[in-house]
């Protein structure tokens, strides 16, 4: 571009840095998450402490991990409901692995997640090939995996396997901070992957326009099964961190479809259209790390527990209604 | 030499529609042939057909006189085929340069080079001449024409030796119908590029065509080089064609 622009000063550089921060989906997240950060520590001096951060962190990470696979799917323009199952499911995979076949801790974990990806597997083929709606697909999973739980657990919960115990447990979840360590690295990875490869620019060509992405000679079938397996993952890699962080495998792992909806309130929250096309990782993060403040904060502040789907309800209506009004003003604004 | 692309006998059917049939078509190297033909004619299934988006139910395809079997938009472009679709297959959510290296990234390792696709799309659409002052601006902020260029610009650009243009003149204004004719016309001039171009103005067609095709419900009618029709003739057929089928279905 030949344009020769001057300088802004003043006003002017401060109007350009602000329709800068508005064009970025994750602004009205990050406005909301330190707004809150700063109320509860106004209210009660324990909010910014270690512990209280490490509650707040372990609070974050596995659902925002989850988060970050929901945010590919819904980018993708499909949706999973079945995630916080595979999550429940995956430490028993291990458990299963480890004590009834004699499998070595680490190749069980791998297992573990291999079978996951082989759910989202199934969930992307059933959706694609059959071309039943996800919603349906990952509603029906989601029961068949409840079932597979129960019946091969007999719903009782188990002590994590002597042998993945030690180094292993420490690294996937019970370190201190073991579980936000991942939950970053991850999220930064999955970042880069979505806005700097062509694997995130073709998820988001399909959602966007899926007629145009398969003209372009996209395989737009493969794009989506390729995000339903990541999900899946995802969601398993969550539930053994947190097996191992509470050092014990249980089937209320995830809370059913807690998890699933809290990331799926997290995505949105911070930014990620439901209608497909468009969303961001980080915002995802945010907006977990938001809902973990919220929940977080009132238990401390001493408010009861019972408002907070309340505030929950809330906080994902007025995300949605600013993220439209933010997207309105980037595209009648900016450049 | 054999043709750069041939189409013999293809056929298309959409459950009980018959889109296509016994269709057949021949575009040689440097040569440009124009499709004309009513709404609903097949002209955009053709095209579809021919760049492996739809699988003909008859019929062959042969590429440089060797029969393909295209098996995908994908296997079809690396053949050489490139097109640009009626509804021109942009992607709202993603900027101009993005749009115009959609699915041929050019990239360092894994991740995108997008300064070297923004620049290559700045100097694209410089060098067309088409005013698109920011690449990095999402697709949904530009306006019809400006879309299209960007949807012929990526097809023009991408060293394709058999180039489908589907109404690429549609949106365009005087001026840039005119740049994207001059665009054809020198794609021409290089003589290694076939081109099929679908258009509703016969005089445009007629600028820049060596031969004229009508296709009629799903059926080549009419086949000549374009120094041996004219505007009058090839309106005289298409209404002609109206008013004989009016006359058969009276009332
Ligand atoms: N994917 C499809 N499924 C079913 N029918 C289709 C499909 N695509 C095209 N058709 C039908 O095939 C016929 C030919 O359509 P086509 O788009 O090829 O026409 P066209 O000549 O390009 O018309 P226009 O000038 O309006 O673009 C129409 O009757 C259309 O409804
Ligand atoms: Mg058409």
Not at chain 1, 3 to 9: E, T
Not at chain 1, 177 to 187: F, G, Y
Not at chain 2, 81 to 88: E, G, K, R, S
Not at chain 2, 228 to 235: D, G, I, N, P, R
């Amino acid at each position: 571009m030949s344009v020769v622009v001057d300088k802004p000063r003043g006003p002017a550089l401060a109007r350009r840095a602000w329709t800068g921060f508005i064009r970025r989906r994750e602004a009205s997240v990050l406005v909301v998450a330190i707004a809150l950060v700063v109320y509860f520590q106004a209210s009660t001096p324990l909010f910014l402490t270690t512990d209280n951060l490490r509650n707040i962190a372990q609070a974050t990470a596995p659902t925002a991990i989850v988060a970050v696979g929901i945010v590919f799917l819904l980018v993708s323009g499909e949706i999973d409901i079945s995630v916080g199952m595979v999550a429940a499911l995956a430490p028993y995979l291990m458990h299963y692995a480890i004590d009834f076949y004699g499998v070595p801790a680490v190749p069980a974990i791998v297992l573990a997640l291999l079978i996951a990806a082989g759910i989202g597997l199934v969930n992307g083929l059933i959706t694609t090939r059959l071309k039943v709606p996800s919603f349906v697909t990952t509603l029906g999973m989601f029961y068949l995996l409840y079932g597979i739980l129960l019946t091969t657990s007999r719903a009782y919960p188990v002590a994590v396997p002597a042998s993945a115990k030690g180094d292993v447990q420490t690294w996937l979840g019970a370190g201190d901070w073991a579980s936000l360590s991942w939950c970053l690295l991850l999220v930064v990875f999955f970042h880069l992957v979505l806005t700097r490869t062509r694997w995130g620019l073709h998820t988001i060509s399909v959602g966007g326009n899926i007629l145009g992405a398969t003209e372009a000679g996209i395989r737009v079938n493969r794009v989506k099964v390729g995000n339903f397996m990541l999900v899946s993952t995802l969601g398993a890699f969550a539930g053994l961190m947190e097996a191992f962080r509470i050092n014990s495998i249980d089937p209320n792992i995830g809370g059913g479809t807690r998890i699933t909806f809290t990331a799926i309130a997290a995505a949105v929250i911070g930014g990620t259209a439901l209608a497909g096309g468009s969303g961001t990782v980080i915002g995802a993060l945010l907006g977990m790390f938001v809902l973990a403040v919220l929940q977080n904060g009132f238990n401390l502040v001493g408010v009861s527990a019972n408002p907070f789907f309340l505030i929950q309800g809330l906080a994902i209506l007025v995300s949605m209604i600013a993220n439209q009004y933010l997207s309105r003003l980037r595209r009648a604004g900016g450049s | 030499m054999a043709d750069a692309l041939r189409v013999e006998g293809v056929a298309k059917r959409f459950g009980a529609l018959t889109a296509l049939q016994d269709v057949n078509l021949h575009v040689g190297r440097g040569e440009v042939l124009g499709l004309l033909g009513d709404n609903g004619a097949g002209k955009s299934t053709l095209i579809k057909v021919i760049c492996g988006f739809h699988r003909p139910d008859a019929g062959r395809i042969l590429v440089d006189g060797i029969e393909v079997v295209l098996r995908s938009v994908d296997h079809a472009r690396s053949l050489g085929i490139d097109t640009v679709y009626q509804d021109l297959a942009l992607v709202n959510e993603l900027s101009v340069y993005h749009n115009m290296f959609l699915n041929r990234e050019h990239r360092i390792g894994p991740l995108l080079n997008n300064r070297l696709m923004r620049r290559l799309a700045e100097e694209h659409l410089r060098e067309m001449g088409v005013d698109i002052p920011d690449v990095t601006v999402e697709a949904a902020k530009l306006s019809g024409g400006q879309r299209q260029a960007i949807a012929v610009a990526r097809s023009v650009y991408s060293a394709a030796r058999i180039l489908l243009l589907d109404e690429p003149l549609a949106a365009m204004g005087a001026k840039e119908a005119t740049i994207i004719l001059d665009l054809v016309a020198d794609l021409k001039a290089r003589g290694d590029v076939a081109i099929v171009i679908i258009a509703h103005n016969y005089a445009q067609a007629l600028q820049v065509c060596d031969r004229v095709a009508i296709l009629q419900q799903g059926r080549i009618t009419f086949d000549r080089p374009t120094a041996e029709t004219s505007v009058a003739e090839l309106t005289d057929l298409m209404v002609a064609d109206y008013r004989g089928r009016r006359r058969a279905a009276p009332g």
